[in-house]
Structure formats: C-alpha cells, structure tokens
C-alpha cells in the first residue's frame, strides 16, 4: 500500500505486539464491530453459534469465559449473562412464555419478579399466579393445560422458606411443564439445582459472584441444547448486553467466591445463634435453623448457607422500636441488594409484599458481611439496647 497519511497511520498502525504472552487475567476484548476475515465468513455467520464472534453484544472471549465458568460452577452447560439480576428473569420470562401461557410464582419470591409477573399479566397476555412456597407435591393441582413455567426460589426472598424442589419438579415435569429457579442465594454451591431436577437456572451475579457491592449482572443457566436455544434466541431478540469491564470484575472476584460464601457462611451462623437467644427475637429465619419453614428440605438438600437471614422481633415491638434498633447499628448499613463485604440490616413490612403472611412481629433482614462477627454481635447488641 502507498504511503498512509499520518491520521490514517494513527488508525491502521503496522504495529503488532509480540505472540506468546501469558498473564491469569482474562483480556478484557471491548468490541462493538467483530471483525469477519472475509465475505464468506460474514455471510455465513450464525448468531447462535457460540464457537464463532459476529457482534459484540452476542459475546466476546471475555463474556464467553465468564459464562463457560458459572456454567461449571453451576453443573449446566450454556449460559447467557444480563445486564442484571432482573434482566435475567426477564430473559427467562421471555425465553419461555408467550402469549395464553400460565406461569406459577411463589408468593415470597423476589419482589421485582412479581412486579415483572404482574405487568406481563396486564399486557402480555400472559397469567401468573402465585403459590405457597411449602407446597410442595401440592403443586401438582395447580397446574393446567396452558401452564408452561413454574417459577421456584430457595429459599425465598425475605421471608426465607425453603421449598421442595424435587417434589416441584418432579410434579411439573409429569405434565411437561418446566422450573426456572433463583438460585442466588446458594450462589451456584450449596444447592445443585439441576442434580435436585431444575430446568433453568437464574442467578444474581450482583451478589457474591460480584462480592464487591459494585456491579450488577445476572445470568442464566441451562444443561439442555434444546432449552439453551431457546435462551439465545431471547437473549438475542432483547438485545442485552454486559459491559466488559463489569465482566471482568466478576470474573476477577470468582476465584475467591467459593471461600467468602463458607466465610459469610459461618460468620452469619454465628451471629444468628447468638440473636436466637435474645428476648427481643421470636423466629430465627435461617434455613440451617429448626424454627425456619423447609429447615427439613435445607438439610436434604443443600451443602451450605449463605450470610442472608432474617428475624422476627417479637411482636410487644412496634416498628417504631424495630425502626430504632436499625437506625443504631454502626457496622451493618441500611440499603438493598447484599452478598458483599459489607453487613447490611433492612426492616420488611412482609404483610404487604405477601398474599399469605399471618405471623405476627417486625421482620428484618440481615445480610453478614466479612467483618469480624464478633464485632457484629456487639453492634446488634448495642442497638437492641436503644429500643
Ligand atoms: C438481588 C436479587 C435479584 C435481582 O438482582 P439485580 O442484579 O439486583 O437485578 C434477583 N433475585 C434475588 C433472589 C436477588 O437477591
């Protein structure tokens, strides 16, 4: 080629860095344009194929890795990332339900879940409707002609019940219906999902795959092609998309989740046996605890807990008391979302969350972070002492 001006030479630099570098990080590839190396291989592209690029919000070798590890980690064998915990919801939603179909919900799971059930309801066509999450084999009345989806969660948002997945699926796979689970509070380790019989597995990367309080991203997970390529097609029609760097911060945290969830694990257990005693609580909703609904199922089931638990104050306590008590503590922060370093308390009012709520006292949820738990009793201490 003759010679290039020096504004086309900034562009298309001759420069070619040396072959052969080796680093543990994976590249973070920032891409809009994927380049094809001829015609032929544009025009034959296949925007399902994972094995080849073709745009960058289909994937690069960054999301792609991301996503082939929490496959593992998981037990499946495809993946798709959202931008969001919820966006991966609605990727499932959207993967698996269309017009005249029912989904089956349960009534304690994740809120914006039953927001999103609700307005595909109103304008999609779609009914949703929601279930006790002790159902169980239960379950199997429910379900008609036209119902397509049940949506699980273990345990629940908030209220932390821990259902029976194997009877669910057990039930819904008799009449060909299929289970979706929230699996973010096992994070992927504590519960199998696809081992207990689960179709598709939605997680919160927001919580501990992230562990820094600082990214949002979902995913979610199948182990059958047929299922996974009903995902890429939404996944694709959507148009979602990660950003790299957010990518690249999950994966650089991933190596260490598996040791901060038995962290956050034990350190939750420990302050959890110690608020059990007190006069002020009257349920401890921990699955790893007797007075928990599905603590049964949680020992069957499950290898592990995570650092989310909640309390029932008991109920001489006004919320303006339990308000008070929150508003004291030091260590633990007042805000949504968890699974990082830092402890978070928040006060629920279940009853307007839930069609099925009957007891009675002011639940709080407590997400332990990886302070000392010690440290963290005597913060809880000083503030039931103000109330
Ligand atoms: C946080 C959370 C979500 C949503 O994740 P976002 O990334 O915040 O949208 C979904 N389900 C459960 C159980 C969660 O805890």
Not at 248 to 266: C, N
Not at 362 to 373: A, K, S, T, W
Request: glycine share 8%; with cysteine.
């Amino acid at each position: 080629m003759t010679k290039k001006s020096l504004q086309t030479a900034i562009i298309h630099s001759d420069y070619v860095a040396p072959q052969g570098f080796g680093a543990f990080p994976t590249p973070i590839y920032h891409a809009s344009t994927v380049l094809f190396k001829d015609v032929a291989a544009m025009r034959n592209r296949d925007w399902l194929d994972k094995n080849a690029y073709n745009y960058g919000l289909h994937g690069t070798p960054t999301t792609f890795t991301l996503e082939a590890r929490l496959a593992q980690i998981e037990g499946g064998t495809h993946c798709r990332l959202a931008p969001s915990g919820l966006a991966a919801i609605t990727l499932v939603d959207f993967a698996f339900l269309k017009t005249g179909d029912d989904v089956l919900i349960p009534d304690n799971v994740y809120g914006s879940n039953r927001v999103l059930s609700n307005w595909l309801s109103s304008n999609f066509g779609i009914t949703s409707r929601y279930y006790d999450p002790m159902i169980g084999a239960g379950i199997a009345e429910l379900i008609q002609p036209n119902t397509r989806l049940i949506w699980a969660e273990a345990p629940g948002s908030v209220s932390m019940e821990v259902p029976d997945i194997p009877a669910i699926c057990a039930a819904a796979h008799a009449r060909g219906v299929l289970v979706a689970l929230d699996n973010t509070w096992a994070a992927g380790l504590a519960f199998k999902a696809f081992d207990h019989g689960v179709d598709i597995v939605m997680q919160a990367l927001t919580k501990y795959q992230s562990g820094g309080s600082d990214v949002l991203m979902g995913a979610v997970i199948t182990r059958d092609p047929a299922l996974a390529k009903l995902v890429e097609i939404a996944f694709n029609n959507l148009g979602l998309g990660v950003g790299m760097d957010d990518v690249y911060l999950v994966l650089r945290s991933l190596s260490s989740m598996k040791l901060r969830f038995e962290a956050h694990d034990a350190a939750a257990r420990t302050v959890a046996t110690w608020l059990k005693h007190r006069p002020e609580i009257t349920r401890m909703l921990h699955p790893a605890f007797p007075d928990c609904p599905g603590h049964e199922i949680w020992k069957r089931d499950f290898t592990g807990a995570a650092g989310l638990f909640s309390v029932l104050f008991d109920k001489r306590y006004t919320e303006e008391q339990t308000d008070r008590f929150v508003d004291s503590l030091k260590l633990f922060k007042i805000g949504f979302s968890w699974g990082g370093a830092n402890s978070l308390a928040v006060p629920y009012r279940i009853k307007g969350m839930r069609k099925d709520w009957h007891e009675e006292g002011i639940l709080v949820r407590f997400n332990i972070g990886l302070e000392d738990p010690e440290d963290l009793i005597a913060d809880i201490e000083q503030a039931l002492g103000t109330m």
